[in-house]
């Protein structure tokens, strides 16, 4: 039995069964998590000494949460208390929080043992670096992870890696403790091989939390397995064009499961990449005016004045690819710009929004690619790859990732347990990891 490629709750079972041990569990994920370019610390003493406690757990016969003796990662965004945290972006380097996000204590409350700290591009904004939590979890370093997805920082990842990905309605998931970027589109996303797996680690993190002014006031996210027949999904079609852009072998499987679809176009959404551009660099520019050397974050040494202090600070803290983005940002927010950009977007996005809500009335759910051609490194190549994602993004609207099929599914806010069942019908067992 290769203890690193069982999905999570192949994991657990051996687990509660005694069939595989905590430590066997935990000695194994370190060791491949100690190999990984994906993961950047590994927390062996804390994880075994966890295991250890866990392991009691289980021979006493007690009660055991949910995720109990499971190995998660965490993005390096999302705070573990006393642990370095940079969101992979000098300009954090040898920050360490304080206090622990919410979403790590309920996983610690659930039983899971915090294995790993993974790694990702600069405030996880576009999801195309080399290194990458799905990456971590497709290799079996981790069973399950958390990161932030913005517009496809997950996402992407997850469909490259042939893993799932389930991104929750925005304010399900607790942003306390969560390094900001794109606030109004930034949602604590998980990662596992198969779907359900998924599903468990959003009901562990989900629910309401009375220190996070966006978090909804409403219990966790359970999975059921709900029945998927009959269910109606629509197959968006090309931005600028009548033709869907979900492949055949997708249509087959919805139709293996009893599931039926149609096609359906969706006009505003063609306006869809520009109104998330300049909301999320307009916002990531006002986050991120606080890293300015003086408060908190790297603080540059050499300068002969406030403004010196500034650009040295900025230009050695953020990457090139970070400061084009936010210096846009700025320009959307400035004086003689803010009207004819950031709030024509706002206009726009409601738009947008109301016509996504408005398919959904016509289908259960919405398929479409997770991310178009990747080619280029500059932000508008990687943003053009997402565009798919920023629907989801910019209605704040649930969305799980088929793994090894290309689509997600978008549904209304809270059908995650619908999207789930969906994606447990129509994809392999054990997911698609490559």
Same mark, same amino acid.
């Given at each position: 039995m290769d203890i690193n490629k069982l999905t999570a709750a192949e994991l657990s079972a051996g687990l509660r069964s005694r069939e595989i041990s905590v430590a066997d569990s935990t000695r194994a994920y370190i060791s491949a998590a100690k190999?990984?370019?994906?993961?950047?610390?590994?927390?062996?003493?804390?994880?075994?000494a966890a295991a250890v406690d866990m392991q009691k757990m289980i021979d006493s016969g007690a009660e055991l949460p949910s995720?109990?003796?499971?190995?998660?990662?965490?993005?390096?965004?999302?705070?573990?208390?006393?642990?370095?945290?940079?969101a992979g972006s000098n300009m954090l380097g040898g920050f360490t929080p304080p206090f622990e996000s919410t979403a790590v204590s309920r996983l610690r409350?659930?039983?899971?043992?915090?294995?790993a700290q993974l790694k990702g591009d600069e405030f996880y904004a576009d999801g195309h670096s080399g290194s990458c939590p799905? !990456? =971590? &979890? +497709?290799? !079996? =370093? &981790? +069973?399950?992870?958390?990161g932030s997805d913005t517009c496809g920082s997950m996402r992407a990842r997850a469909d490259a890696a042939g893993i799932a990905?389930?991104?929750?309605?925005?304010?399900?998931?607790?942003?306390?403790?969560?390094?900001?970027?794109?606030s109004s589109m930034d949602q604590i996303s998980a990662l596992g091989r198969t779907a359900e797996d998924c599903a468990a680690c959003i009901e562990v993190i989900s629910g309401h939390d009375p220190v996070d002014s966006t978090s909804v006031a409403r219990g966790p996210i359970k999975y059921s397995g709900k029945d998927v027949k009959g269910l109606r999904i629509g197959f968006l079609s090309g931005f600028d064009s009548g033709d869907s852009v979900c492949p055949q072998a997708v249509a087959d499987a919805f139709g293996a499961a009893g599931i039926t679809f149609g096609n359906i176009r969706i006009p505003e959404l063609?306006?869809?990449?520009?109104t998330y551009m300049i909301l999320a660099y307009s916002e990531a520019s006002g986050n991120m005016a606080r890293f300015d050397g003086i408060k908190y974050g790297h603080a540059a040494q050499k300068f002969d004045n406030l403004n010196e202090l500034y650009y040295n600070t900025r230009t050695e803290g953020f990457t090139l690819k970070t400061r084009e983005r936010l210096g846009l940002g700025s320009l959307f927010l400035s004086s003689g710009m803010y009207d004819d950009y950031y709030d024509r977007a706002m206009k726009v996005r409601r738009l947008i929004v109301d016509a996504i809500m408005k398919s959904l009335g016509e289908f259960d759910a919405?398929?479409?690619?997770?991310?178009?051609?990747?080619?280029?490194?500059s932000p508008l190549q990687c943003d053009f790859a997402n565009r798919y994602n920023t629907i989801a993004s910019l209605a704040g609207l649930p969305s799980v990732v088929l793994p090894g099929m290309g689509v997600q599914l978008v549904g209304a806010e809270f059908t995650e347990d619908m999207l789930v069942s969906i994606a447990s019908r129509v994809t392999p067992s054990d997911g698609g990891a490559k």
């Open positions: 190999q990984s370019a994906h993961v950047g610390l590994v927390f062996e003493d804390e994880a075994m995720l109990a003796g499971v190995p998660v990662g965490v993005c390096d965004n999302i705070f573990i208390k006393n642990k370095p945290a940079s409350d659930a039983g899971a043992i915090i294995v799905a !990456g =971590a &979890v +497709a290799e !079996g =370093a &981790v +069973a399950l992870a958390i990905c389930l991104r929750p309605t925005y304010g399900a998931v607790s942003r306390f403790g969560l390094v900001a970027y794109v063609k306006y869809a990449l520009a919405l398929c479409m690619p997770v991310a178009s051609v990747k080619s280029g490194n």
